[in-house]
């Protein structure tokens, strides 16, 4: 996991400049309450560990680690997913932690940033096993979980199945209390909000698109008048067929995939997808519908032979999993893993555009090596916050005990990620720093002018 501390640091030394920020704070007084912001922010409030005890079916008991960060609550209560991951760690946990405090802060949610972690591979329990890591976790770190305290989510190896266990298990040990809000990513029988499990991968396109059409539309002139590299190649790319690869085709990559197959306002061809075993690619453009079907049927996996392309009438060639990465496209949708770009590949990525949809999909040396180049890199702090925006609406919706519409959620997804990119994006264009620093600083101001007006910076 790439440290972004810097990008923090960086912001705040900007914002320290610039007078007409909190005006109010003056000379020694302005640069101590900076320092101490730099700390707060850099930080978490909490890393809470414990090792769960578990009767495994077997009989042996094992104790596994167990992680629940808390990185800062000035928004609101705490937010994040729980992942099941065996290279699950504290420092790992604390930075996406704190990616969520941004992520959150930056897209006007009313929430704190957290994130939870527990080390196992999920594929090697049980059904019982796994129902019992979870309720354990529940138990464990009952008192700093709930509606107002802290709402987890789901994140890799976990989903809508750990979260309704867990839930129950909440609801279980705080009886009479309000339970419903207290996890999201549910099923919908259970309380979760339509919409929820495609609300990344539609967020993430949605991004892209609103920046490469709707924007480039309306601002075309002024984008003209800009001296801004990204401004300009941008532009080159307006109103040409746009070819895409996606990396990883799960939950977010397949959606978003097909988002970029389906879209009417954008003109893409989708040449290549890849999944954990393989890259498919076809330079006239994939059929990402059949894919995706294909992935339904065979427990998420894209075809891996021949025999499976033919059997399907899929056309496509196999190739090696990593060179999709380095091929040349226009567009590269990362969707799998964090710092998969790095310095031993950096050199090699063609794309001129890169949307991240996984968290932290490239290393901070690759990202300063890309940036500078004039690769237009769209961060995960702005493209992948679909998923808590919709468990934003899931928490809403579990407290009024009322339910919306699939497609009120998606008009409420875009209207939200939209006001975003209308106060980021001219912000950027007009300015010499990368849209990642853009973003830190939109929401390190809105954290810290709370800070601020709270009297916690003198
Ligand atoms: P997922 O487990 O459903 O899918 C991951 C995909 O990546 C799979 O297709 C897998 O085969 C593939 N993959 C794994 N290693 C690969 C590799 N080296 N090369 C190519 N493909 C590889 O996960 P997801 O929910 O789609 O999430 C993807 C990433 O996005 C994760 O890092 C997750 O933390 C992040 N994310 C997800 C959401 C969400 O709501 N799903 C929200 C924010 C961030």
Not at 294 to 302: I, P, Q, S, V
């Amino acid at each position: 996991m790439s440290e972004r501390n810097t990008v923090i640091e960086n912001s705040l030394t900007s914002l320290l400049k610039d007078e007409s920020f909190l005006p109010d704070l003056k000379a020694q007084t302005r640069e101590q309450a900076f320092k101490s912001l730099v700390a707060l922010l850099s930080t978490p409030n909490h890393v809470h560990k414990s090792y769960l005890r578990v009767a495994l079916e077997n009989g042996t008991i094992v104790r596994i680690p167990a992680f629940r960060v808390q990185h800062n609550d000035t928004l609101g209560p705490y937010k994040g997913g729980i992942r099941f991951h065996e290279s699950v760690n504290e420092s790992e946990v604390s930075n996406l932690a704190r990616l969520m405090t941004l992520k959150n802060s930056l897209h006007e949610l009313p929430f704190g940033g957290g994130k939870g972690g527990v080390i196992i591979n999920p594929k090697k329990y049980s059904v019982k096993e796994l129902n019992l890591i979870c309720k354990k976790y529940v138990q464990y770190f009952n008192d700093i979980l709930g509606p107002d305290k802290d709402i987890p989510a789901p994140d890799a190896g976990t989903g809508e199945r750990e979260m309704d266990w867990m839930m129950a298990e909440y609801k279980n040990t705080h009886p009479g209390e309000p339970y419903r809000g207290s996890f999201t990513g549910k099923s919908i029988i259970n309380g979760g909000s339509l919409g929820r499990k495609s609300a990344t991968g539609k967020g993430v396109y949605f991004t892209f698109r609103y920046i490469m059409h709707d924007f480039l539309n309306e601002q075309e002139k002024w984008l003209q008048e800009q001296d801004n590299s990204f401004a300009e190649n941008a532009l080159k790319l307006k109103d040409k067929k746009m070819k895409v690869a996606v990396q990883g085709f799960g939950n977010l990559g397949s959606v978003a995939a097909l988002e970029a197959f389906q879209c009417n306002y954008l003109q893409n061809e989708v040449v290549a997808v890849s999944d954990s075993n393989v890259m498919l690619y076809n330079s006239d453009g994939l059929d990402i519908p059949a894919l995706v079907k294909f992935a339904r049927d065979h427990d998420g996996d894209l075809p891996k032979t021949k025999e499976d392309l033919s059997e399907h009438k899929i056309k496509a060639d196999l190739k090696e999993r990593d060179s999709l990465l380095e091929i040349n496209v226009d567009v590269l949708i990362m969707a799998a893993l964090e710092n998969q770009i790095h310095k031993d590949n950096m050199k090699k990525i063609k794309a001129p555009i890169i949307v991240e949809g996984a968290n932290a999909p490239i290393t901070e040396e690759a990202d300063k090596y890309l940036s500078d180049s004039g690769t237009l890199i769209i961060p995960d702090i702005l493209a992948n916050a679909g998923g808590v925006i919709v468990s934003y609406l899931e928490w809403i919706q579990g407290r009024e005990t009322q339910f919306y519409k699939e497609e009120q959620i998606y008009e409420l997804l875009f209207e939200r990620m939209q006001n975003t990119l209308d106060t980021i994006l001219p912000q950027f264009f007009g300015d010499p720093f990368p849209l990642r620093q853009n973003c830190y600083i939109h929401s390190v101001m809105k954290l810290s002018t709370i800070l601020f007006k709270q009297g916690k910076l003198y």
